[in-house]
């Protein structure tokens, strides 16, 4: 069974600090694919990132970066210089490498920036 | 750039009616999926869809749910009798799947808010 855990209900920050956004996942899998999505106010889910399990290689995307650990299980998520319009609930997904392919959620991080 | 479209963006209804939710995948996609979010919580897996036919449903996915793809390009979800607690939102994701549906990244649709009074 796969299982993704974001221990971090809600997060405050004033704009302009950093903030990470923890993931701990659980797979018996041995390829399996890790999301981040942001989900604004308005509901979509809008993707961010996708990382292999077989590619630990840290990514940058501006003011978005990603720490996969693989020896730990996390994939945790940094927004360096934090805005308000950050603000959002994030979600870390877990799909596996089956052909059926269906992603587990976390429970979502409420992210609140304050000008 | 493709995306996946849902109709409609939202949907009242009455306690026991049907409701037929319609997305239509990427165009060259071949694994289809609905998830379903309840307010404030997090995103559940329904099903999946392949092939026309389900490959994986969870827990939740019981009889009064089914999905379909009437034609080439819409996936429907039916919820037969809805109940209160149906009220949530549904998305629907589209996968390419042509290295198998695990290897790609699932694309979701804006999704349809669905009360049921």
């Known amino acids: 069974a796969q299982k993704v855990t974001q221990a971090q209900t809600e997060i405050s920050v004033v704009e302009k600090e950093d903030v990470t956004l923890d993931c701990v996942y659980e797979t018996r899998d041995t390829t399996y694919y890790l999301f981040w999505y942001k989900q604004p106010p308005s509901g979509e889910l809008v993707f961010l990132i996708r990382r292999n399990s077989f590619d630990e290689q840290n990514e940058i995307s501006g003011r978005y970066s990603w720490n996969f650990q693989k020896s730990t299980s996390s994939f945790n998520f940094t927004i360096t210089a934090s805005q308000v319009v950050d603000s959002a609930v994030y979600f870390c997904?877990?799909?596996?490498?089956?052909?059926?392919?269906?992603?587990?959620f976390g429970d979502g991080t409420t992210l609140t920036v304050k000008p | 750039e493709p995306e996946v479209t849902q109709t409609p963006s939202h949907q009242v209804t009455q306690m026991g009616q049907e409701v037929i939710l319609r997305c239509v995948p990427i165009s060259n996609h071949l694994y289809f999926y609905w998830y379903r979010q309840i307010l404030g919580q997090k995103v559940e897996f329904l099903v999946s869809?392949?092939?026309?036919?389900?490959?994986?449903k969870s827990e939740i996915f019981d009889d009064q749910f089914s999905v379909e793809r009437p034609d080439g390009s819409n996936f429907t979800l039916k919820i037969r009798s809805t109940k209160l607690e149906d009220s949530a939102m549904y998305f629907c994701?589209?996968?390419?799947?042509?290295?198998?549906?695990?290897?790609?990244?699932?694309?979701f649709g804006p999704g349809t808010r669905l009360l049921v009074l």
């Open positions: 994701a589209s996968t390419g799947g042509l290295r198998g549906a695990g290897q790609e990244t699932q694309y």
């Open positions: 869809f392949y092939n026309n036919e389900i490959s994986e």
């Open positions: 997904a877990l799909k596996g490498g089956t052909n059926a392919g269906k992603s587990t």
